[in-house]
């Protein structure tokens, strides 16, 4: 398809007013490609030989509106760090329409009425980051926003000295929050309340549709794709960073990558947001954070949703979490079936981890390729003994498995990445885009879009993170 047979729709601004606001992108100036995410371009129906034109270009900056686009910014509110804040809404993101089910914005596209005083823009740190690690996510299987492609520009931006803007083209197939619900809540406004769970039902939760108890068994459904959504994080070692209800996918999605991290050695208590001073969202309190926040919208939609049945919906959140993450850890121990101490086992593991400050991903990709032989991982720690005594407990849990070894490491090696795009990998790639160089991005796509490959052209990044970048805190405009 030609970017000139383009036809977006606007299935949100079905919504009344209040929901959302008309708004014209604000190009930046001499923009130009960084790179284009041509597997999510093929999803789109959108030919290869389009993405390096001059229009494609415009198109991201938008400067040039598609057959059908009705540009606009959504409202929604939220607890920050546990206060709620009446009125937030997209401040630097415009969206742009629909295609094949995919919510299209621009983020960094200028000011919108809820840039609260901000410019609205986007600089090219953020952006990189944002665009690379939506499809490292993807690529580890966990629900996620996507990317198509990200911009550069000349546009000088002001943060903490002057940068330069970009833009990413951001996709979602729902962009609704739980801060979306609480707007109208707080507001008692509940007819759009109303009219906004039919929205998210027919966008998210379709077979819910025409459903007499459809509003419970819709919260029902967001706090199960919520619990096995950290799950996942929790599994492979993903820090967000900011969990503000704002920041919360009424659809389970993984969205808004600000300051989050990979783990690099394991940390439970790890914090990778800098303003966070007591730790509200670190890494070991993302299931908490994930069910307080669960409990917000559940206040929100009391008004339409009887309180006591939803209580006892969201009483199940915690074993619906521990029973996710403990099938997510299995797989990652190549463990097969179910056996009592299992979890005993992953606690064990985990408190092993912390004392030895080991890299918590490159662990599991040497343990996706034991035989008993116990050497390789106690070379990965600052001494043997703990180490040593975990892998014992391991050996004898290895003895209920009924696949072969050799199955167990196939299994395994397509759940334990090789790579995770940690920060300092990330750095690099910035320092080098900032330089205009752009390499260091597609070789980071390449990684993101298949971590689990051996890429020996990127063996460098396969290790533990060099000691003098790990842990580092970012900013929110990092």
């Not at 931006?157 to 833009?167: D, F, H, N």
Request: with cysteine.
């Amino acid at each position: 398809m030609k970017l000139s047979e383009l036809k977006l729709t606007n299935p949100y601004l079905s919504l009344p007013q209040e929901c959302h606001d008309p708004v014209k992108p604000t190009p930046l100036k001499g923009p130009f490609l960084i790179h284009v995410n041509e597997p999510m371009a093929e999803e789109l129906g959108i030919d290869r030989e389009e993405l390096h034109t001059e229009r494609f270009v415009e198109f991201v900056n938008g400067s040039w509106h598609p057959e059908g686009s009705e540009p606009f910014a959504m409202c929604y509110a939220g607890h920050q760090f546990g206060h709620y804040v009446p009125q937030l809404g997209d401040g630097r993101a415009v969206n742009i329409g629909t295609l094949k089910g995919w919510h299209l914005q621009l983020k960094g596209a200028g000011v919108t009425k809820y840039s609260r005083s901000g410019d609205g823009r986007a600089v090219l740190r953020s952006s990189l980051r944002e665009y690379l690690m939506s499809e490292a996510m993807h690529g580890l299987h966990i629900e996620t926003t996507r990317a198509l492609a990200i911009i550069g520009s000349s546009h000088s931006v002001y943060r903490q000295e002057w940068e330069k803007g970009a833009i990413v083209l951001r996709l979602s197939p729902s962009w609704v929050r739980f801060g979306t619900f609480e707007y109208f809540a707080h507001k008692k406004r509940l007819d759009e309340l109303e009219q906004l769970i039919e929205y998210a039902i027919a966008e998210s939760y379709p077979h819910l549709l025409g459903k007499s108890d459809r509003y419970l068994r819709f919260f029902e459904e967001v706090v199960e794709r919520t619990a096995k959504l950290i799950a996942k994080w929790q599994a492979v070692g993903f820090n967000h960073g900011v969990m503000n209800t704002d920041n919360m996918s009424i659809a389970g999605l993984t969205i808004d990558y600000g300051p989050y991290a990979f783990l690099d050695v394991y940390d439970h208590n790890n914090i990778c947001n800098h303003t966070d001073a007591y730790g509200r969202y670190s890494f070991g309190n993302q299931p908490d954070v994930a069910e307080w926040n669960l409990r917000a919208l559940l206040r929100a939609l009391s008004p339409l949703i009887e309180t006591g049945a939803m209580e006892e919906v969201l009483s199940g959140y915690r074993r619906l979490y521990r029973s996710a993450y403990l099938e997510e850890m299995r797989q990652k121990l190549g463990l097969d079936g179910v056996e009592e101490g299992d979890m005993d086992l992953v606690k064990h593991l985990l408190g092993v981890l912390q004392a030895l400050q080991v890299d918590y991903t490159l662990f599991f990709r040497t343990l996706s390729r034991y035989e008993g032989e116990h050497k390789p991982l106690l070379l990965l720690g600052l001494y043997h003994t703990p180490m040593r005594e975990w892998l014992e407990r391991y050996d004898e849990r290895l003895k209920y498995n009924s696949c072969s070894t050799q199955e167990r490491h196939t299994k395994m090696l397509k759940t334990n990445p090789k790579y995770v795009l940690k920060n300092y990998m990330l750095q690099e790639a910035i320092d080098a885009a900032q330089r205009g160089e752009y390499t260091l991005v597609d070789d980071l796509f390449q990684i993101a879009h298949d971590p689990f490959a051996e890429h020996p052209e990127f063996e460098r990044w396969a290790g533990p993170t060099p000691e003098e970048h790990r842990n580092t805190k970012l900013s929110c405009s990092s």
